[in-house]
């Protein structure tokens, strides 16, 4: 009963739930621009708030967080520049179906699996965390390490037709990932003197670069094409579709959700996976993957708002950060006089239970928000070209300078935009590349300890693996996609009839 007292106290007081609906609103337009990341807004938001009482200060940072996880997938679906890294999967088949004019089909769509997703990470995070979270502190350095090489493996069901070309990309990006100091020896790598590539190669500028410069160097070729009027007679989506891709919502928020809870994953990994295991499973979509099957939009954006709530299991429980923003909520605890950890569960109860009633009200609004202004983003498709390109690239700009104040960043985001529109321009997919990105810190630092924690013995980390039970799982389960990725295994399933389309 007093669990539900707490619950409830967001709801109940009017400035809670303003501080709630207020920072939900700001995060689904945050999110929305490419480079102004959520774990910015949150990590300003603490210099404002350090002198408010706690519940408002959480109130605010849980609806921006929450609001901003779901606002990346407007841009990307819009205009193929996803807003956050979370959403990079959700631009494969958003992007193609607003070029069929399906753009509020699309993002009426994304909103409610996303609000779906939202509320099974909740409900995970509630009756399950402790659970969940002496699970995620059994991984070792090397179980990290081959969720690394399962997340590489994705680069099959992200290549497109030719799995060297996607092989090739993913190296490109996990090359670009090793670019700066060792995580562990702080020597320099790939830098070439220059101290300028000691901190690396923005994630951001890369990404933006890729999706957004590219894409205004595409539409340079179509400059003169009538602009594509989109269907706006249906934004909400219908109960049948809706219960139709209910199942694979329930199984890719799954992922989500233990994703989430992994030290330093987050949604975009989870997005990534989702998207694989909805290619996997999906039996004869109605439109390949990729040309905007409506699978691929539902997997990541259940996945990367599930995540969220897992992120705050290990954060709550173990005062171990899921992502980059719990990491810096953990802080804003700490400013407020509180100790995330099993102390918390034990000695403040009713926090864990406010700030999962105050995710909840955060993911209604980001519900009602996220199904409103879809008529007015939705002209952005519809504008000419010759307006469409330049926003582009002043979208692009604003947001590969805005992640460091850095015009180092702009710059290398007009060269990976170049480098972006001469891959697609070869039939190379760009998933890869960003993929490659996001996974080389994972998978370097963790192969670095697991390797010096076996003291320098590739025998000894084998037979770590094939000892721990967690390790064997995963490692057959590198075996098998391994496996599953080659031409003869496709002829296999072919011949088999078990071979879905693409």
């Known amino acids: 009963m007093q669990a539900l007292e707490y619950f409830l106290i967001p709801w109940l007081d009017l400035k809670l739930l303003f501080l709630v609906a207020a920072g939900t609103f700001a995060g689904v337009y945050v999110g929305a621009i490419p480079g102004l990341s959520v774990t910015m ?4 938001l603490i210099g404002f708030t350090f002198t408010w009482d706690v519940y408002p200060a959480l109130c605010l940072m849980v609806g921006i967080f929450m609001g901003g996880v779901y606002g990346g997938s407007r841009t990307a ?17 958003g992007y193609p179906l607003a070029q069929k004019g399906l753009a509020g089909e699309a993002i009426g769509l994304s909103t409610v699996m996303s609000f779906v997703g939202g509320l099974i990470g909740i409900v995970v995070l509630a009756i399950a965390a402790p659970t969940v979270s002496e699970f995620a502190l059994v ?25 060297v070309k996607g092989i090739f990309a993913g190296s490109v990006g996990l090359l670009i990932g090793t670019v700066g100091l060792d995580p562990l020896t702080a020597e320099e790598r790939f830098t070439f003197g220059f101290t300028g590539l000691w901190g690396g190669i923005s994630f951001i500028a890369v990404m933006i670069g890729m999706f957004g410069v590219s894409e205004a160097l595409m539409q340079l070729h179509h400059v003169d094409k009538a602009a594509v009027k989109q269907k706006i007679s249906r934004i909400v989506p219908n109960w049948s579709s809706i219960r139709r891709y209910l ?39 109605e439109v390949p993957f990729g040309q905007g099957a409506k699978e691929g939009l539902v997997a990541p954006e259940t996945a990367n708002n599930a995540a969220v709530g897992g992120a705050f299991i290990p954060m709550l429980t173990l005062g171990i950060p899921g992502d ?11 400013i407020h006089g509180l100790n995330p950890g099993p102390m918390l569960m034990i000695e403040q109860p009713q926090m864990f239970w406010f ?21 007015i983003f939705t002209k952005i498709v519809e504008m000419p070209r010759a307006v469409l390109i330049p926003l582009i690239l002043l979208l692009s700009i604003v947001g590969a300078y805005a992640v460091n104040n850095s ?3 702009v710059y290398w985001m007009l060269g990976f935009g170049v480098l972006g529109y001469f891959m697609k321009s070869y039939g190379y997919q760009l998933g890869p590349v960003i993929l490659g990105v996001i996974l080389s810190r994972l998978l370097d630092e963790n192969w670095r300890r697991a390797i010096i924690s076996e003291q320098d013995s590739i025998a000894g980390l084998f037979k770590g693996m094939l000892t721990s039970p967690l390790s ?12 599953s990725q080659t031409p003869l295994w496709r002829g296999v399933r072919g011949k088999l009839g078990l071979e879905s389309k693409p």
């Open 41 to 44: 807004a949150v990590s300003i």
């Open 247 to 285: 199942p694979l919502s329930l199984q890719t928020s799954s992922i989500g959700v233990l994703i989430g809870a992994l030290p330093g994953t987050g949604g975009d990994i989870a997005a990534l996976m989702a998207y694989d295991h909805a290619k996997r499973v999906t039996r004869d979509p």
């Open 77 to 93: 679906i819009l205009l193929n520049i996803p807003g956050a890294p979370s959403a990079i999967a959700t631009a494969m088949d």
């Open 324 to 334: 980059a923003v719990t990491a810096i909520m953990i802080g804003a605890l700490y």
């Open 355 to 375: 700030i999962t009633g105050a995710l909840v009200l955060a993911n209604i609004f980001m519900l009602i928000f996220g199904l409103t202004g879809i008529r």
């Open 472 to 483: 064997l799982v995963l490692l057959a389960a590198v075996v098998l996609i391994f496996v």
């Open 139 to 163: 991984f070792q350095p090397r179980d990290y390490m081959l969720l690394a090489v399962l997340g590489i493996l994705l680069v099959g069901s992200l290549s497109g037709e030719s799995l």
């Open 407 to 409: 015009i180092s960043d």
